[in-house]
């Protein structure tokens, strides 16, 4: 970066993530607080980008910001937290299973309600009555 930081935008696209999200994650406080130019612009260093792509991975395997907050921390040079993070990592596994079941439920009942829909000469709709049930 021959010595100067990065933009918000720049950050943004080499993270992949919108440039508001940026904004919003220093306004919670998972971001660190950047430097200025002399002009007053945010400067990010590669520990930003760094940062913000362990958030936006770590929001991709749907952890939430509080549990993201918990793993920056464990992150930090010199904590000793493999335990930590593998029962938080066990606890988020249980939690996507929970999900992954409930979506197969949903799926049975709405493969059922679309079966049962005769073409839609039905007077009251299958869907419509499952989704009010």
């Known amino acids: 970066m021959s010595g100067r930081g990065l933009t918000i935008g720049r950050l943004a696209e080499s993270a992949g993530v919108n440039l508001e999200t940026v904004r919003y994650y220093e306004r919670i406080g998972l971001m660190p607080e950047p430097g200025r130019t002399p002009g007053g612009h945010r400067s990010y260093e590669p520990e930003h980008r760094r940062r913000l792509r362990f958030i936006r991975r770590s929001r991709e395997l749907g952890f939430g910001l509080d549990a993201i907050r918990r793993l920056i921390a464990l992150s930090e040079p010199g904590v000793e937290a493999c335990r930590e993070v593998r029962d938080m990592a066990q606890d988020h596994i249980t939690s996507v ?37």
């Open 97 to 133: 299973d929970a999900k992954i079941a409930d979506l197969r439920r949903l799926r049975r009942v709405l493969k059922q309600a679309v079966t049962d829909c005769c073409e839609g000469v039905t007077v009251r709709c299958p869907v419509i009555e499952e989704l009010g049930s």
